[in-house]
Antibody, heavy 120, light 109 residues
Framework: EVQLVESGGGLVKPGGSLRLSCAASGFDFSNYTMNWARQAPGKGLEWVSTLSRGSTYIYYAGSLEGRFTISRDNAKRTLYLRMDSLRAEDTAVYYC?????????????WGPGTKVTVSS | SYELTQPPSVSVSPGQTARIPCSGDALPDQYAYWYQQKPGQAPVLLIYKDTERPSEIPERFSGSTSGTIVTLTISGVQAEDEADYHCQSADNSDTYNWVFGGGTKLTVL
């Protein structure tokens, strides 16, 4: 079964840092572009970042202002998101998402999400 | 910044047809995608490349496009279709940028 499972969310103070992880199983992780997306409480979805399969291409949403870093370890079949200088507006459920290379990078597999709360 | 616009809510009776529009200036040049999200769950891909449907998605879900508007159509709506629906696309700038619409809450009366 194709599966993505996020971990690492929790409560953090403004200005703090957090690292999210996403464990992939059931497919050849090293052959897929991967993404992070988020959803603030009661709001719509927001794309956060994309990382190509060999880590050659890295993209971020402009609103992040350089505070987040995406990375992956293909040997461990794991995607990461390092979040620094966290703000209240970063409070959201963070989803790990696979891009379907044969469907023009549609977001075809989503993890259940991990909740991040930024509050003092 | 580029925006995709969806109505906040759409209501339909069971068995009727629901149409959820999504508008954006770049939609004539960029593919659109649709996702269904039920409360407390992750989104599920319904439509890719404007009109294509993954094999596991019921045929009552379809996508169409006309100029700057793409539309998700749900034929013969069922109670289980009550959910939030999100459109997604990219803008026409040189910057890699995925954008989602604000989402539409479908209520089955």
């Amino acid at each position: 079964e194709v599966q993505l499972v996020e971990s690492g969310g929790g409560l953090v103070k403004p200005g703090g840092s957090l690292r999210l992880s996403c464990a992939a199983s059931g497919f050849d992780f090293s052959n897929y572009t991967m993404n992070w997306a988020r959803q603030a409480p009661g709001k719509g979805l927001e794309w956060v970042s994309t990382l190509s399969r060999g880590s050659t291409y890295i993209y971020y949403a402009g609103s992040l202002e350089g505070r987040f870093t995406i990375s992956r370890d293909n040997a461990k079949r794991t995607l990461y998101l390092r979040m620094d200088s966290l703000r209240a507006e970063d409070t959201a459920v963070y989803y790990c998402v696979r891009s379907a290379w044969n469907w023009n990078d549609a977001f075809d597999v989503w993890g259940p999400g991990t909740k991040v709360t930024v509050s003092s | 910044s580029y925006e995709l616009t969806q109505p906040p809510s759409v209501s339909v009776s069971p068995g009727q047809t629901a149409r959820i529009p999504c508008s954006g200036d770049a939609l004539p040049d960029q593919y659109a995608y649709w996702y269904q999200q039920k409360p407390g769950q992750a989104p599920v891909l319904l439509i890719y490349k404007d009109t294509e449907r993954p094999s596991e998605i019921p045929e009552r879900f379809s996508g169409s496009t006309s100029g700057t508007i793409v539309t998700l159509t749900i034929s013969g709506v069922q109670a289980e279709d009550e959910a939030d629906y999100h459109c997604q696309s990219a803008d026409n700038s040189d910057t890699y940028n995925w954008v989602f619409g604000g989402g539409t809450k479908l209520t089955v009366l």
